[in-house]
């Protein structure tokens, strides 16, 4: 039958390390000197070991002793760490997100899953329209962050990545092919007037196959290779691909992802999700700086833990 280790006797146990004596823990641990010796004692008949040398004034962990303490100490911290996450109002709230649609997937959806794994109290209430209803929104107060698509970062912005915007129909279809050319966008899409003005320098005859304000109809028309619609390289729809025809279709240049935040909410949570979102849709340059920068971060913390502890 498995057994379990006490892991009030596991905090005295580190507390005695740490304090090099019972007299000292005791008065960490807000207990009195027997109960932090009864403790000890518990584990050592516990596991049939002396976890502690006596001989001399102050108590030094055995071999045993050691061994144990860096389990302790693992366990403790993973203790700590559950308790905070499910029970400290630090890790409650909403975080207000907005994402164009054409770059939601893949990644939102990971990011997303992640962040309710670890903060499974705070809810990330995701949006999804244009940018440029995105910005509106953010410039009200309606967003704590959003993702833009856009020729370049507006006040406040950051950017994250330039891609190439490419065009996108059914796989191997001939739509592409056809004059005059049938274009799928909504129409507040940002990729539209960029890619008729491509078409027009181009001397490409073209019309609309779709009207209105909805993706999944445009999306549709693409899929059944009756037209072709344009998309940031790396956020390309199933069921659609690149285009192979470039000397048939004019190159559509390249936009930026770039990232607003209100800077109202703030902590742990807000950090752990603007990485997230650097890592997902930066370049590898963005990052290398957010990994060295949590690096760095890991490394101040390790070290204030062990000057903590050397006190």
């Given at each position: 039958m498995a057994r379990n280790l006490d892991l009030t006797a596991l905090r005295a146990l580190v507390a005695v390390t740490d304090a090099g004596g019972v007299t000292r823990a005791a008065g960490l641990l807000n207990l009195t000197q027997s109960a932090v010796s009864m403790q000890i004692k518990r584990l050592e008949e516990g596991l049939g070991v002396e976890l502690f040398s006596r001989?001399?004034?102050?108590?030094?962990?055995?071999?045993?002793g050691d061994q144990l303490l860096g389990y302790a100490r693992r366990m403790l911290e993973l203790n700590d760490e559950a308790l905070t996450r499910l029970t400290d109002t630090a890790f409650e709230g909403e975080i207000r997100l907005g994402v164009p649609h054409?770059?939601?997937?893949?990644?939102i959806p990971r990011i997303l899953k992640a962040m309710a794994a670890e903060y499974p109290r705070v809810r990330v209430n995701l949006v999804s329209c244009f940018t440029s209803k995105l910005k509106e929104g953010f410039s009200r107060g309606e967003y704590d962050v959003i993702?833009?698509?856009?020729?370049?970062p507006g006040a406040g912005g950051e950017r994250l990545a330039t891609r190439k915007l490419v065009w996108i129909g059914a796989p191997d279809g001939i739509a592409w092919q056809q004059r005059p050319l049938r274009l799928?966008?909504?129409?507040?899409?940002?990729?539209?007037?960029?890619?008729?003005?491509a078409l027009n320098g181009a001397g490409v005859r073209w019309e609309m196959a779709v009207g209105g304000e909805s993706e999944q109809v445009a999306e549709a028309t693409v899929t059944a290779d009756l037209s072709i619609t344009a998309r940031m390289e790396g956020a390309i729809p199933v069921g659609t691909a690149v285009?192979?025809?470039a000397n048939a279709l004019p190159d559509l240049?390249?936009?930026?992802?770039c990232l607003y935040q209100a800077n109202v909410q703030?902590?742990?949570v807000m950090d752990k999700l603007l990485t997230q979102l650097r890592c997902a849709y930066g370049d590898a340059q963005c990052c290398l700086r957010v990994i060295s920068g949590e690096a760095a971060s890991e490394g101040n913390d390790d070290f204030s833990r062990r000057l903590t502890a050397a006190e």
């Open positions: 001989a001399q004034r102050k108590l030094t962990p055995t071999p045993e054409d770059i939601v997937y893949p990644e993702l833009t698509t856009e020729a370049s799928a966008f909504v129409e507040r899409c940002f990729f539209r007037p960029i890619a008729q003005a285009i192979d025809g240049g390249h936009l930026d992802i703030k902590g742990e």
